[in-house]
């Protein structure tokens, strides 16, 4: 019973290159989210899902582009990576059906170093 | 707007004591969600409860206790006789009620450290 996977866990690149971070859930949940923690920020929202080809900007969604054409994956594409995106990503999950399933549930996160 | 403030940054306790974890939000909704998280040094981020904005009973698990007030838009965390444990990232979490998106929208976190 895997959840909700993030991968790669780790990942170095440099600026300029186009990096892509995968989330998979094994739930069927309708809602995928993305979200960058950064000191002094806590977490804050990237894009969104409501469900499959249905996706919307978040808090902070420049430089980013998402797509999810099955409901189970939702991949974040960093177009051309820039120092500023060194962050630690966070993908979470939810039903979204009201009561237990407002309850957002993440994965482990992928720490991005971008040299 | 939506926000959320955890004010307290760092927290140190020695183990056994009971610390609370402020949390005051700000909506324009009359009906939401409240959230916890924790993020122990491991990293990844732990479901502890959520609340609805109408039900403003307070909530007791173990030595976990919330209590959401309405009227002073809080909804503080408390923890009753500290373990090293409990050493982690917290986090309060804000979302609007049966929308369409129930996005999150969090707290910078307080740091609480729990000395043996």
């Known amino acids: 019973d895997a959840g909700i996977t993030q991968s790669p866990r780790y990942k170095i690149t440099e600026t300029g290159r186009q990096v892509t971070l995968m989330c998979h859930q094994t739930w069927s949940h309708s809602y995928m989210f993305w979200y960058r923690q950064d000191l002094g920020h806590g977490l804050r929202l990237i894009y969104y899902?409501?469900?499959?080809?249905?996706?919307d900007k978040g808090e902070v969604p420049d430089g980013y582009v998402v797509s999810r054409s099955k409901t189970e994956n939702f991949p974040l594409t960093l177009e051309s990576a820039t120092r500023s995106q060194t962050s630690v990503y966070f993908c979470?999950?939810?039903?979204?059906?009201?009561?237990?399933?407002?309850?957002?549930?993440f994965g482990p996160g992928t720490r991005l170093l971008v040299l | 707007a939506q926000k959320v403030t955890q004010a307290q940054t760092e927290i140190s306790v020695v183990e056994k004591e009971d610390v609370t974890l402020d949390c005051v939000y700000e909506?324009?909704?009359?009906?939401?969600?409240l959230f916890w998280y924790k993020q122990p040094p491991s990293g990844e981020l732990v479901f502890l409860i959520r609340?609805?904005?109408?039900?403003?009973q307070n909530e007791i698990s173990g030595r976990y206790s919330w209590n959401f007030q309405k009227s002073t838009s809080s909804f503080n965390f408390t923890i009753t006789a500290s373990q090293v444990v409990d050493s982690a990232v917290y986090f309060c979490?804000?979302?609007?009620?049966?929308?369409?998106?129930?996005?999150?929208?969090f707290g910078t976190g307080t740091l609480l450290a729990v000395q043996p």
């Open positions: 909506t324009r909704d009359t009906t939401y969600y």
């Open positions: 899902s409501a469900a499959a080809d249905i996706t």
């Open positions: 979470a999950s939810s039903d979204g059906k009201g009561g237990r399933g407002e309850t957002q549930y």
């Open positions: 979490a804000l979302s609007r009620y049966g929308g369409a998106t129930n996005k999150l929208i």
């Open positions: 609340r609805n904005s109408f039900d403003e």
